[in-house]
């Protein structure tokens, strides 16, 4: 099993940044593309961002394309989620999760993860 722990959500004014980060444990973590979640009171789960084994390939959804980078570091089993200029929408619990057989193609859909981490939960006030 993968154990996957997010941390860093919080309250954060509008136009604010955060930095979430996931850190796995149990499993190789360079074996699995990661990716980002989000999930808003009452909505579907929605797919934030991806990023490759190595981290050489990165994928994001429009909506927050040039907002919100994605990284990991391999030697510290940790996948990070910068967030930059949050908007009131943005506010939802956010995932982390695990593919190990996808690619960052994939892992856009919310049945492709393998694992997935408790949630932390982010709020941006306007």
């Known amino acids: 099993q993968l154990q996957l722990v997010e941390s860093g959500g919080g309250l954060v004014q509008a136009g604010g940044s955060l930095r979430l980060s996931c850190t796995a444990s149990?499993?190789?973590?360079?074996?699995?593309?990661m990716g980002w979640f989000l999930q808003a009171p009452g909505k579907e789960r929605e797919f934030v961002a991806a990023?490759?084994?190595?981290?050489?390939?990165?994928y994001y959804p429009d909506s927050v394309k040039g907002r919100f980078t994605i990284s990991r570091d391999n030697a510290k089993n940790t996948v990070y989620l910068q967030m930059n200029s949050l908007k009131p929408e943005d506010s939802a619990v956010y995932y982390c999760?695990?593919?190990?057989?996808?690619?960052?193609?994939?892992?856009?859909?919310?049945?492709?993860?393998?694992?997935w981490g408790q949630g932390t939960q982010v709020t941006v006030s306007s």
């Open positions: 990023i490759s084994r190595a981290g050489g390939s990165i």
């Open positions: 999760a695990a593919d190990s057989l996808g690619t960052i193609a994939t892992m856009i859909r919310v049945s492709e993860p393998d694992y």
């Open positions: 149990g499993r190789t973590f360079s074996n699995y593309v």
